[in-house]
């Protein structure tokens, strides 16, 4: 009974204590230097530790180190470093490890803070991932800085053993050259591409979408600024920028939603000031040289196959490619501490786009009795698209039919007794004069409602009482060369909608639909219209409502980088915003001024960093519907804007903007259509009819007429909404053609740098659209001979003499995966690897988080406590058994006595009657 009940309890109490004191759960890896003091200026050295021998998870960094000290820090990961149990020279990342796979995965500078990584997102290492070692490396530029008790500079490496959603892994864009003296600014530029087989100036092909979520910057003193974009479709999309005179911390991407495509290009330009040299500069490791780094943190899902691999970019750009940067971003703002204890968010000095003051303009331009729109009636405005080409406004109307209380039956299904809209439903108009240029649709939609149109021209629609979304080519308008979902029938599944309420086409040709009034989903197909992923909440799950479940997704924009898809959540008032290729939720807006509702979003494109957002009406009923302008990122409302005089909509419905920056609302309150201008912009003609106050709007007769604003028939019927969620599924990730790159490469450097050296570019800065040419991939160094591993005890002052192995040549080769020597191993490779528990092992020494040290001491007291009262009650209860059984054999003799009718008066009765009356008075 002692070993049942001691046994578990103390199994269970051993877990708790281990838990508490990180074997399990959170625990910190010191990764520090031994007390080395190195043997000469500008020496690298490097130590190495043991990882934890279960896959585990980096999820923080805290750094212990003085820029008085050392110049700066890297991190490796190795399969196996050099030496194991004693620091080594290390004056390159091909020194770092043994077999030549070193990857960085954390970098420091100039008294930079520590850092934490996003929620779900970690470095996975040892377990069975390649990362079995951490290496520090540290350069030591001065050694007279370094006291007499040697250097125990290092990093502590916050460590979870829970698998989290996304690995995260590093990019490094890097350049090397010669910087001539007497200049102001001096541009070494650096560009790359790195998709499929045919990938030019990176280390690994990127075949699906990454994720940036912090930068940090690296070179020596006369660096003045290096910034870092993406080119995509000739845009310059900025990563970040900085001074490599503050502190190099890993700073937050400036947009923290945008995402690297695999068909992307990447750039990075390091600016230099050598007005204070007599002399020619150049690349190298030591403090009289320069170098030119850009690191980029990225995430994938964890379970992506490219997760954990780090990527290297170093190939020159082209002449053409270098004319084309754009003038160099302000620097953000500084206040002398950010980058110490923590990160600086905003871009400071940045003069913010000023906030559109949109105007009712009058549209169309022509007198009422020209009769522009003569023999169309405008019904109800479904949805409203603008040509991203032409600029012509496609509006998506319903004519006579109206969506009643007979439109559909109980289970969604639509009325097709009342057959299809017998007129056409799509009008195109001329954006300036408001002319319909032509229209079609007739007999082929039942409840029209959302509109689109991709790059190339096709339309795409949705159409309710179809529950089908469908695309139509401009070639052939008759029939839809596409159709998703399946005619009449709604359910949930993936080839099914239910009352889709938008449609929208990234650049790629990925189709996204708003599966608005049943499924309450967002559903991405490739370009064919194969499934790949929804999100939101699945009508057929009868689950309790989650906090981000979608109430209607009504509408659909994404911003010009395409990193960001946002839903307007109708029933909830609010805009979701994700991750268009993965499906991720990045953030949630409910400004109060919507009232709980929003029916239409749509982002502007001149000027950029702004999104405008229509309600539907005032909950009192009082028709006070108004247009918003919301900040791009933090969606607060910036202004409100509606027609005039009535200085409301009626019942807006959709909203679409068109490239110079115009706002067009339809309503299906009235049938109308309103456009809208910044009073910034030249505006249209005007009307000579001061009647005119732009509108197009529905009239009895046929003919459209041009009326006051507020005037008009009455509201029809509100649509209606219902409730019902659906679950994320797989992911895909998309890919496009590739491009490549202009590189070459030049090995006259005296430094070991894999940085393919390029002539300094002295040419103005200034926006223009770049056609990359094509590229040589840079040489590579070979790998080092490998060393014979030792763990030996290290004494607390280790003296490490220069490396004097043959340093290997910029033109030789590495086997494997190649790693980019720059002179200053703040060029290397990047790191993979997770966060997660460990158990001691090597040189491995893990120790309880802070955090946890109570919690261990208590745990370790409570379960103290509890082993001393069992192993008491046990005693007690054997001491009372003992009792028991002594008491129990004259008792039963004196019971079968009774059973043998023996006198209660005869000597044996007496005896044991005695007996028993004696063992009762036993006491404990």
């Known amino acids: 009974m002692l070993r049942i009940i001691l046994i578990p309890c103390t199994v269970l109490c051993i877990l708790s204590i281990c838990k508490a004191a990180g074997i399990h759960g959170k625990h910190v890896l010191e990764l520090k230097m031994p007390g080395v003091r190195p043997k000469q200026n500008d020496q690298y050295i490097c130590f190495a530790e043991k990882l934890p021998s279960t896959t585990s998870y980096i999820v923080g960094y805290q750094p212990n180190a003085s820029s008085h000290t050392v110049h700066h820090m890297l991190v490796f990961t190795c399969t196996l470093p050099r030496l194991v149990g004693r620091p080594y020279d290390c004056v390159n990342a091909a020194r770092v490890c043994a077999t030549q796979e070193s990857k960085i995965i954390y970098a420091w500078g100039r008294d930079a803070g520590g850092m934490r990584l996003p929620k779900d997102v970690g470095v996975a290492i040892g377990g069975d991932t390649e990362a079995q070692y951490a290496v520090v490396q540290l350069h030591y530029t001065d050694k007279s800085l370094v006291g007499p008790d040697g250097d125990h500079t290092g990093v502590d490496i916050d460590i979870s053993s829970t698998r989290p959603r996304y690995l995260s892994s590093v990019f490094l864009m890097g350049g090397a050259g010669r910087l001539p003296p007497h200049k102001a600014a001096v541009n070494i530029d650096v560009a790359c591409s790195c998709h499929g087989a045919r990938h030019t100036g990176c280390t690994e092909s990127l075949d699906t979408a990454i994720h940036p979520f912090a930068f940090r910057v690296h070179a020596h003193s006369l660096a003045t600024q290096i910034t870092a974009y993406i080119i995509r479709r000739r845009k310059w999309i900025l990563i970040g920028t900085q001074s490599p005179q503050r502190p190099q911390a890993f700073y937050p991407i400036p947009d923290p939603d945008i995402t690297v495509l695999p068909t992307d290009i990447l750039a990075a330009r390091c600016t230099y000031n050598t007005t204070g040299k007599s002399h020619t500069v150049n690349f190298g490791s030591t403090r009289q040289d320069e170098m030119c780094n850009f690191y980029f943190m990225f995430y994938v899902g964890a379970n992506d196959p490219s997760a954990g691999r780090g990527v290297e970019c170093f190939g020159d750009a082209s002449p053409e490619l270098s004319a084309a940067f754009p003038d160099p971003p302000p620097l953000p703002f500084f206040n002398g501490t950010e980058g110490h204890h923590h990160h600086h968010h905003g871009m400071g000095e940045n003069e913010p786009p000023a906030v559109p003051h949109l105007k009712m303009v009058s549209w169309p331009t022509k007198s009422p009795s020209a009769g522009v729109l003569q023999g169309v009636e405008l019904g109800q405005v479904g949805g409203v698209a603008v040509h991203p080409v032409t600029g012509h406004v496609y509006v998506f109307h319903r004519g006579p039919r109206v969506w009643g209380k007979e439109s559909f039956g109980f289970a969604n299904d639509f009325n097709r007794a009342l057959g299809p809209i017998a007129v056409d439903t799509v009008l195109v108009l001329d954006p300036t004069t408001g002319k319909l240029l032509t229209s079609w649709g007739k007999n082929l939609f039942y409840m029209p409602h959302g509109i689109t149109v991709d790059d190339k021209g096709n339309v795409w629609v949705t159409d309710v009482g179809l529950h089908q979304v469908m695309k139509f080519s401009p070639d052939d308008l008759s029939k839809p060369s596409l159709a998703l979902g399946t005619r009449f029938e709604p359910d949930d599944d993936q080839f099914h909608f239910c009352k889709p309420a938008d449609v929208l086409v990234d650049s790629a040709g990925f189709i996204y639909v708003a599966d608005g009034y049943c499924n309450q989903r967002v559903v991405k197909f490739d370009p064919s219209g194969k499934y790949i992923l ?137 049938g109308r259509l309103w456009k809208f201008q910044d009073s910034k912009m030249k505006a249209a003609p005007q009307a000579q009819d001061e009647a005119v106050v732009g509108a197009i709007n529905i009239a009895s007769d046929h003919v459209v007429k041009f009326t006051g604003a507020g005037q008009g028939t009455a509201s029809p019927p509100q649509e209606p909404s219902s409730a019902s969620p659906d679950a994320a599924t797989t992911v895909a990730l998309q890919t496009a053609a590739s491009t490549s790159v202009s590189v070459t490469t030049d090995a006259a450097s005296s430094t070991e740098l894999l940085t393919s050296s390029s002539q300094p570019s002295t040419t103005s800065s200034k926006p223009v659209d770049t056609s990359p040419a094509k590229a040589t991939s840079p040489a590579l160094p070979t790998s080092s001979t490998s060393q014979k591993v030792t763990v030996a005890a290290v004494s607390s002052t280790s003296d490490v003499p220069p490396d004097t192995s043959p340093t290997p040549s910029a033109i030789d080769h590495i086997p494997s995966v190649p790693v980019v020597i720059d002179a200053d191993p703040e060029h290397s490779s990047l790191a993979s690897a997770t966060e997660g528990s460990a158990t001691t092992a090597g040189g491995f020494f893990s120790k309880p988080s802070s955090a946890n040290a109570g919690v261990v001491f208590m745990m370790t007291f409570l379960c103290s406590a509890l082993l001393l009262i069992i192993v008491f009650a046990t005693l007690q209860f054997c001491r009372k058994n003992k009792r028991h059984q002594r008491r129990g054999e004259p008792l039963q003799k004196l019971i079968g006595l009774t059973h043998r009718n023996e006198r209660p008066g005869g000597s044996e009765f007496k005896k044991l009657q005695q007996e028993v009356s004696s063992s009762d008075s036993e006491g404990f």
Request: glycine share 10%; net charge positive.
């Open 534 to 670: 929804a999100w939101g909440a699945r009508g057929a799950v009868h689950r309790p409502r989650m906090k981000h479940d979608l109430r209607v997704p009504h509408a659909l924009t994404m911003n010009a980088d395409e990193t960001r898809l946002c839903v307007a959540d109708r029933e909830n008032g609010r805009i979701l915003c994700y991750d268009p290729s993965i499906g991720r939720l990045r953030t949630v807006s409910t400004p109060p001024e919507f009232n709980g509702q929003v029916y239409s979003i749509a982002f502007s494109q001149n000027p950029a960093g702004f999104m405008y957002a229509v309600n539907f009406d005032d909950p009192t009923g009082s028709g006070g519907a108004i247009g918003f302008t919301l900040e791009e990122h933090k969606k607060t409302v910036l202004a409100t804007w509606a027609p005039v005089p009535a200085k409301h909509f009626s019942r807006p419905h959709t909203m679409a903007v068109g490239k110079d920056g115009s706002v067009y609302v339809g309503e299906i309150g009235q």
